[in-house]
C-alpha cells in the first residue's frame, strides 16, 4: 500500500508565505503525476498544482505566479510553495498521487490521496 503525509499547514497573515509539503512511502516503482488540491468550505474540490514525473506542471489560474510546485522523483515527494497568499487560499490542502506503480505490481496504476493539511490565511 501507498501512504502520502503531507505537513506545512497553518496560520499565516494575508501576503505571507507557506511550504506544503508530501511523501510517498510504500514499495513504489514509479508515479506519474503528483499534485495539490484544496477544499474550502462548502466548495468543491480544486486543482491547485500538479507536476509529472517529467517536470511538467499545470497551476490553477488563480495560483499561477504566486504558487510553485516541485517534485524529487527519488524521494517520491512533492512540495509546494505558496507565496503572497490571500485570504481565499484558505482551505484544506490535499496531496495527490496519481498513476503510482507498486515494485509488486508493475502493470496496474493506482491513485492515493493524502489525509489534508489545514491552510488559514488571515486577512
Known amino acids: 500500500q501507498v501512504q502520502l503525509v503531507e505537513s506545512g499547514g497553518g496560520l499565516v497573515q494575508a501576503g505571507g508565505s507557506l511550504r506544503l509539503s508530501c511523501v510517498a512511502s510504500?514499495?513504489?516503482?514509479?508515479?506519474?503525476?503528483m499534485g495539490w488540491y484544496r477544499q474550502a468550505p462548502g466548495k468543491q474540490r480544486e486543482l491547485v498544482a500538479t507536476?509529472?514525473?517529467?517536470?511538467?506542471?499545470n497551476y490553477a489560474d488563480s495560483v499561477k505566479g504566486r504558487f510553485t510546485i516541485s517534485r524529487d522523483n527519488a524521494k517520491n515527494t512533492v512540495l509546494l510553495q505558496m507565496n503572497s497568499l490571500r485570504p481565499e487560499d484558505t482551505a484544506v490542502y490535499y496531496c495527490?498521487?496519481?498513476?503510482?506503480?507498486?515494485?509488486?505490481?508493475?502493470?496496474?496504476?493506482?491513485?492515493?490521496w493524502g489525509q489534508g493539511t489545514q491552510v488559514t490565511v488571515s486577512s
Open positions: 507536476i509529472t514525473s517529467g517536470a511538467i506542471t
Open positions: 495527490n498521487a496519481n498513476g503510482v506503480i507498486l515494485v509488486t505490481n508493475v502493470g496496474r496504476r493506482n491513485d492515493y
Open positions: 510504500g514499495i513504489i516503482f514509479r508515479i506519474d503525476a
